[in-house]
């Protein structure tokens, strides 16, 4: 909605928008009390409403507190993938969400409106008039213009779904310790675009008078930036000088962190709209990332400000704190939370300790997919930067924050890692083969090759395959799971502590039958990730590390219904080497964990698998 102000002592009769008469108190004959009453009450409604509806901006906390908002743009196409993203911003709970523009694809039109914003984020805005449910009841949703939202003349439908402060095309709010100034960047804006515009003197102003710790200007067409637009010489304004923190700014589909003098540029391009590529890095480029849709999750406090950029699985992809000089000393924000599957009962966590002054680490945990709840449930020491989880029920999800602290105060939250125990997992304690998990046998290899005499044993929690030495054929033997598994959204991993020797063959594999599977498995100094699929075999290769490549999973991503062949040196930090498209049922497969030789090796050395967990959904 839009709001045109008059003047003191002034009526207005108001017909269609930006349509009224005014008659000022001062024209009035005296004694025209009648006139004058009318003329009175309608300055006293119109004050009511001025009231009811502006006081539903973001009021001032005090600086101590902690608040988070998200940050979204160029997200109004109403596609899957805006649905992950406003996923994910829910999967936060922030305070409230910013936008960098093009908030209504394709043209910014009135027809579209509601299924392009209200449809994934009418929760966060007030007053909300859509068709989606009920809207906020106060307003946590702050937009910018962007190109797209100006194709519509004069962006009139932009103008009158948000109730936004000064003339709605910019404007400024202070929630907690930042204050907040959105810009209109787009060449349509009627104050200007330059920073000598009517508008560039605004932000000026506003910035020179305001004595908040963090003040964060954003709009739409990127100061700086690698992007297919490129950098907007039209919005290379001295923020800096004029004394602010951070720009955050879209246009270009992608995430960039430009670091010039000193000073960060975001470029958050990447809430929906289709990805693109980049062109050759601008100067102080230090973050490009256009692999996957994805937001930004800014926490603030007093003394600390950190903006962290996640793709829309939840990963962290970059993370950056501006600390305040003028603050108490605090420790940094650990950066960054990586959380993973350890067993049925366990999650091991890891995290970037950036703090050479805290006294320790605050682990916050809640369970259930997307909750939000964070309760305290442990604290370690200084300069510690793993913790494993343990005494969880099976097949349960959790999330988890850590921060740091000292006797100054804590640090800002960590991202948010989420992570769900095993359905079924092993660490190969038993001394013996456990019937209700494991029976022996093979499916990736013809079962002509299975045989007895490859010694299957396990012992020192370790399951250790022998292959026979120095004789032709396959012979292979192992584990195979007794039951079958849904393994749709979910994984399966395993830790190979030792691999065999020579030509012998160590072998990973979920799957269904000897024509429908999945596998990793080494021979020699490489490290085959291999899919067969209707008897047709396809592979990709690397070099074998036995650190790098210590853990060996496979994971099913169900918004791109692909595989992904990754490996890990911790068992939380995870690189994908090969990804494909699903191309094999997974609602019933089994795992494989085997050895043995196709040809004859001399001293083919033990396989030894340490722990084996497969998360199902």
Not at 198 to 225: A, C, E, I, M
């Amino acid at each position: 909605m839009h709001f045109q102000h008059s003047t003191p002592l002034a009526c207005s009769t108001f017909g269609r928008r930006g349509n009224h008469q005014r008659s000022s108190l001062n024209q009035m004959e005296e004694g025209n009390s009648r006139s004058g009453t009318l003329c009175f009450g309608v300055l006293l409604l119109g004050l009511l409403l001025w009231l009811t509806l502006f006081a539903q901006f973001p009021v001032a906390h005090a600086q101590s507190d902690t608040f988070r908002f998200a940050v979204i743009g160029d997200y109004g196409d109403d596609s899957s993938q805006e649905q992950d993203i406003a996923d994910l911003v829910k999967s936060w709970n922030p305070d409230f969400v910013i936008t960098v523009g093009d908030n209504n694809y394709p043209d910014g039109d009135a027809s579209t409106i509601d299924t392009t914003i209200g449809k994934y984020y009418h929760n966060f805005i007030f007053p909300y008039t859509g068709t989606y449910g009920n809207g906020a009841t106060t307003n946590r949703f702050f937009p910018s213009l962007g190109n797209h939202d100006w194709i519509t003349a004069g962006a009139i439908p932009y103008l009158d779904y948000f109730v936004l402060p000064n003339n709605e095309r910019y404007y400024d709010f202070v929630q907690g310790p930042v204050h907040f100034f959105a810009v209109d960047s787009d060449p349509h804006e009627p104050d200007g675009n330059t920073s000598t515009s009517v508008q560039g003197n605004w932000l000026k102003d506003r910035l020179s008078t305001s004595t908040d710790p963090w003040k964060l200007v954003y709009f739409h067409h990127p100061s700086y930036s690698s992007g297919m637009h490129g950098s907007t010489m039209w919005m290379e304004w001295p923020f800096q000088q004029w004394g602010a923190t951070a720009v955050l700014s879209g246009h270009d589909h992608d995430y960039e962190r430009v670091i010039l003098n000193g000073f960060p540029y975001f470029v958050v391009g990447s809430g929906g709209a289709s990805l693109r590529q980049f062109g050759p890095p601008v100067s102080g480029s230090e973050m490009r990332f256009n692999a996957d849709h994805g937001a930004m999750l800014v926490t603030a406090s007093g003394t600390q400000i950190t903006f962290q950029f996640n793709n829309r699985a939840g990963t962290l992809i970059d993370g950056y704190t501006v600390m305040n000089s003028n603050a108490p000393s605090g420790p940094a924000v650990p950066l960054p939370l990586a959380a993973s599957t350890s067993s049925s009962t366990e999650i091991r966590l890891s995290w970037g300790d950036n703090s050479g002054d805290e006294d320790g680490f605050k682990i916050g945990r809640c369970q259930g997919e997307g909750c939000t709840d964070f309760t305290e449930i442990a604290q370690v020491g200084p300069n510690v930067k793993a913790f494993l989880n343990t005494g969880l029920p099976a097949n349960t999800a959790y999330a988890y924050q850590v921060r740091a602290f000292n006797a100054a105060r804590d640090s800002g939250y960590s991202n948010t890692a989420r992570a769900t125990t095993a359905v079924f997992s092993d660490k190969f304690n038993d001394s013996a083969l456990d019937v209700s998990k494991w029976k022996l046998g093979l499916f990736s290899k013809p079962s002509s090759y299975l045989d007895p005499r490859v010694q299957v044993v396990e012992q020192n929690a370790t399951l250790s395959v022998t292959p026979i030495a120095s004789v032709t054929g396959g012979h292979y033997n192992g584990y195979i799971s007794a039951s079958t598994w849904n393994l749709t959204g979910g994984l399966a991993a395993v830790e190979l502590t030792q691999k065999t020797s020579g030509r012998a063959s160590t072998i990973f594999s979920v799957g269904i039958d000897r024509d429908n599977w999945l596998s990793f498995r080494t021979k020699g100094n490489t490290l085959y990730m291999v899919s067969r699929v209707a008897g047709t075999t396809s592979s990709a290769t690397i070099t074998y590390s036995a650190s790098s490549h210590r853990f060996w999973r496979f994971r099913h991503d169900a918004a791109t219904d692909s595989i992904l062949f990754e490996t890990s040196a911790d068992g939380v930090t995870w690189v994908a080497h090969r990804t494909v498209p699903r191309q094999i049922a997974l609602d019933a497969v089994r795992a494989e964990l085997i050895a043995g030789t196709s040809e004859a090796v001399d001293v083919p050395g033990t396989a030894q698998f340490n722990k084996f967990y497969l998360v199902a959904r």
